[in-house]
Structures are given as structure tokens and as C-alpha cells.
């Protein structure tokens, strides 16, 4: 039986922004987490400013970078583009540490561990 994960996203005209004007960023200074979260309607892998773990560190009108990472193949997530979010527009569910996700930076590939993969899973399963 084949288990298939719904945790894409993708931009819409008004989300995307190159990788160039992200990094100019006061947020790209600050440390960046790995997170699962809620955007728009579907759940991804995102990375963002770890200050948004901090309970009303993040005003509801400054908008919220990430960067969106695509699932590829079982525990394989790769870049897929960054993105500037309205603050009800994303949710995160669940901060990931640093022992549960290994970051390629340099090739945009990021590996989850099974656990981790287990609860996206269960978030995307519609039967849960």
C-alpha cells in the first residue's frame, strides 16, 4: 500500500518573491527553524524566523517570510521557493528540533526524520 503525502504549496503571483529580495531581510538575520505549518489550505515543511516561536513576538500585520520546501520522495524534502505570507495565511503547527531534520543548504535538501513523518502524515491523512 502506497501512502501519499498532499504537503505541497504553491505561490501565488503575489506570495513570490526572489531569492535575493528575501535575503535583504531583517527575519534572513535572525536564526531560522524548520516547521510544520499550515499555508493556505495545505500542509508543508517550511523554514522561518525562529522569533515566531516566541508567543507575540510577530505583530499581525508584519508579513511572514518562509521558505516553502516541496516532500520529493519518502523523508526527502527540496526547496521550492520563498515566500512572503499574510500572518493568517500560515499556522504553524508544530516547531521541528534540530535532532529531527538534517539540512543540505548547499544542494536545497533537507532529510526528516520517520517520526517526524509519521505526524505530517497524520496531518495530511484525511482520514485522521
Not at 21 to 33: G, H
Not at 56 to 68: D, K, N, P, Q, R
Not at 82 to 94: F, K, N, W
Amino acid at each position: 500500500m502506497t501512502t501519499v503525502l498532499q504537503a505541497t504549496y504553491s505561490p501565488s503571483s503575489s506570495e513570490s518573491l526572489s531569492s535575493s529580495s528575501l535575503s535583504s531581510s531583517s527575519d534572513m538575520m535572525m536564526p531560522r527553524k524548520f516547521a510544520l505549518a499550515k499555508v493556505h489550505d495545505g500542509v508543508c515543511l517550511v523554514q522561518v524566523c525562529s522569533s515566531l516561536a516566541h508567543e507575540g513576538c510577530h505583530s499581525t500585520l508584519t508579513s511572514v517570510e518562509a521558505e516553502i520546501y516541496a516532500h520529493e520522495f519518502i523523508t526527502i524534502f527540496r526547496y521550492s521557493h520563498p515566500a512572503v505570507l499574510h500572518p493568517s495565511d500560515i499556522r504553524i503547527l508544530e516547531w521541528l528540533n534540530e535532532q529531527s531534520v538534517l539540512d543540505e543548504a548547499d544542494k536545497g535538501t533537507v532529510f526528516l526524520a520517520r517520526d517526524v513523518m509519521e505526524r505530517l502524515r497524520r496531518l495530511t491523512d484525511r482520514r485522521w
